[in-house]
């Protein structure tokens, strides 16, 4: 954080762009095209401030932010970092990844939801690491998916650094992809022998229907799995 002292008044300039911060601006383009909601985004000074401030005095902290405010080159993936004192690591395990969190990230990935979400898919993402290997950080492990803890550490999200986002993203929305489409083949696929088995148990003998009820020939889904699947087939 940067300290820019205006007229006695203190004004507070990140080193970096947030994630909070690019969401704004991502969700309403228009709004920040006007450079004094941009500056207002970025520093703790309302319109009304700034519009009192002299000519040269808002140039000035234009340059600042020019030269401080960057968006960051996506060349490298942060596996850990920390925040606040606490550390976080990204999702290493994926085989072992709660149902639940490819749940959430199917909502949160809407095509016109994701910005408006990248904290949450953060929160899932990052997680607070339990253990780091000494010898290499390379190798730790961080705390299990809770959906009750998501909500809270996603307000936490919007602090970090955005290219901790930037960086992972590609990486992320590419094992998203992979997974739910293969979560969609598996449930239809399901779906259709469901419906198979249906038919020829229609087709069976009253006595035999009575012996083999219909709830114990076909596969059965889970609530989350129909869940997913309603979500899938809209």
């Not at 490819?102 to 979400?117: G, L, P, S």
């Not at 290499?136 to 705390?143: A, C, H, R, S, V």
């Not at 198979?196 to 009820?213: A, I």
Request: glycine residues 2%; hydrophobic residues 40%; aromatic residues 10%.
């Amino acid at each position: 954080m940067i300290d820019l002292v205006i007229d006695e008044k203190v004004i507070n300039i990140p080193d970096e762009m947030t994630l909070g911060m690019y969401q704004q601006i991502n969700q309403y383009p228009e709004k920040y095209k006007n450079p004094l909601q941009l500056i207002s985004l970025f520093t703790d000074l309302t319109i009304h401030e700034l519009k009192n401030l002299k000519k040269e005095q808002v140039e000035l902290i234009e340059g600042f932010l020019s030269g401080k405010v960057k968006y960051p080159e996506t060349d490298k993936i942060v596996l850990t970092f920390e925040h606040e004192g606490v550390e976080y690591g990204l999702e290493n395990d994926w085989s072992k990844l709660a149902w639940g969190a490819w749940v959430d990230f199917e909502v949160y990935c809407a095509d016109d939801k994701i910005y408006e979400n990248l904290h949450k898919i953060m929160a899932v993402l990052y997680r607070p690491v339990t253990h780091k290997n000494p010898k290499n950080p390379l190798k730790y492990k961080i705390e299990p998916y809770k959906s009750e803890e998501i909500e809270d550490r996603a307000e936490i999200m919007r602090q970090v650094p955005v290219n901790i986002w930037l960086n992972a993203s590609l990486f992320f929305l590419e094992i998203v992809n992979i997974y739910i489409n293969s979560i969609r083949d598996s449930l239809k696929l399901r779906i259709e022998i469901q419906q198979k088995t249906m038919k020829y148990w229609m087709k069976m003998p009253k006595w035999l229907r009575k012996v083999l009820p219909l709830d114990s020939t076909l596969p059965s889904l889970t609530d989350s799995q129909k869940k997913m699947l309603q979500s899938l087939t809209k």
